[in-house]
């Protein structure tokens, strides 16, 4: 029997990226927190279906919405029709993103562009979409990277950069944000085992070591913490490590 916790019973949520991963993770704990959910996807038709199955098998509602970050007209429609589809909106969880990493003299003016467009644009035009939308109690919830925090190694220029932009986005939606009462946080994920990034996939091992528990992180782990902000009325503007001591 699953257990339904109740935190954000009649709140509604957005979940960008959330058919697979991380994403799918999050929509179902929100979900089993009481939340009605929509998730946004690319190519992952199929997979966002089986979220939106999941998420109904709880008892909550559900959309999947087909949304690329890297359009910006997209981008914050997706907001709008999560918003008409679920009657409101109260969480976005800006977890839409793309990797890219390689050394620095290989990277093109198009990887510049389409990193920037997904990883930054996309979720500054949502959380723009999502405020203006939002009223007291609306949390907005990035999901950042521990590269933001900690680069390990060469190749990581054009990601690390763009995962950085959040946390100054995060800040500075804090502090405009916070005397309607809507907060802004953003969480930043270790090695986590997901299909992108397998715990044994040809890279793991060192990915591990690099951490201080020397492990991956799981899906379920970042979605709690996500899931704690969703609930949180005195915690905004701050940066959340869920990577294992990985910039320990």
Not at 1 to 8: A, E, H, Q, S
Not at 22 to 30: M, N, P
Not at 64 to 79: G, I, T
Not at 81 to 88: I, P, R, T, V
């Given at each position: 029997?699953?257990?339904?916790?109740?935190?954000?019973n009649?709140?509604?949520?957005?979940?960008?990226?959330?058919?697979r991963g991380?994403?799918?993770?999050?929509?179902?704990?929100?979900a089993?927190?009481?939340?009605?959910?929509?998730?946004?996807?690319?190519?992952?038709?199929?997979?966002?279906?089986?979220?939106?199955?999941?998420?109904?098998?709880l008892?909550?509602?559900?959309v999947?919405?087909?949304?690329?970050?890297?359009?910006?007209?997209?981008?914050?429609?997706?907001?709008r029709?999560?918003?008409?589809?679920?009657?409101?909106?109260?969480?976005?969880?800006?977890n839409?993103?793309?990797?890219?990493?390689g050394?620095?003299?290989?990277l093109s003016?198009?990887?510049?562009?389409?990193?920037?467009?997904?990883?930054?644009?996309?979720?500054?035009?949502?959380?723009?979409?999502?405020?203006?939308?939002?009223?007291?109690?609306?949390?907005?919830?990035?999901?950042?990277?521990?590269?933001?925090?900690r680069?390990?190694?060469?190749?990581?220029?054009?990601?690390?950069?763009?995962?950085?932009?959040?946390?100054?986005?995060?800040?500075?939606?804090?502090?405009?944000?916070?005397?309607r009462?809507?907060?802004?946080?953003?969480?930043?994920?270790?090695?986590?085992?997901?299909?992108?990034n397998?715990?044994?996939?040809?890279?793991?091992?060192?990915?591990?070591?690099?951490?201080?528990?020397?492990r991956?992180g799981?899906?379920?782990?970042?979605?709690?913490?996500?899931?704690?902000?969703?609930?949180?009325?005195?915690?905004?503007?701050?940066?959340?490590?869920?990577?294992?001591?990985?910039?320990a």
């Open positions: 029997m699953t257990t339904i916790y109740g935190t954000l009649g709140k509604a949520a957005l979940v960008t990226g959330g058919s991380i994403g799918a993770a999050t929509a179902l704990r929100l089993r927190e009481g939340a009605d959910v929509a998730v946004t996807y690319v190519n992952g038709k199929e997979a966002a279906a089986d979220v939106v199955r999941a998420v109904e098998d008892g909550r509602r559900a999947a919405l087909r949304a690329d970050s890297a359009d910006a007209s997209e981008a914050a429609d997706a907001v029709l999560a918003a008409e589809a679920l009657g409101g909106l109260d969480v976005l969880v800006n839409a993103g793309v990797g890219l990493l050394p620095l003299e290989s003016l198009a990887d510049v562009d389409r990193v920037l467009a997904v990883n930054v644009r996309g979720v500054f035009l949502a959380s723009q979409a999502a405020a203006a939308r939002m009223t007291a109690g609306g949390r907005i919830i990035t999901v950042g990277s521990c590269m933001a925090q680069v390990p190694g060469p190749g990581g220029t054009l990601y690390a950069m763009s995962k950085s932009a959040l946390t100054g986005l995060t800040k500075a939606l804090a502090r405009e944000l916070g005397g009462g809507i907060t802004a946080n953003v969480v930043h994920p270790g090695p986590i085992d997901t299909d992108m397998p715990s044994d996939g040809p890279y793991a091992a060192g990915q591990a070591q690099m951490t201080a528990v020397g991956f799981t899906a379920d782990e970042v979605a709690a913490t996500v899931a704690h902000l969703a609930g949180a009325d005195y915690v905004t503007g701050a940066e959340f490590s869920v990577d294992g001591g990985h910039a």
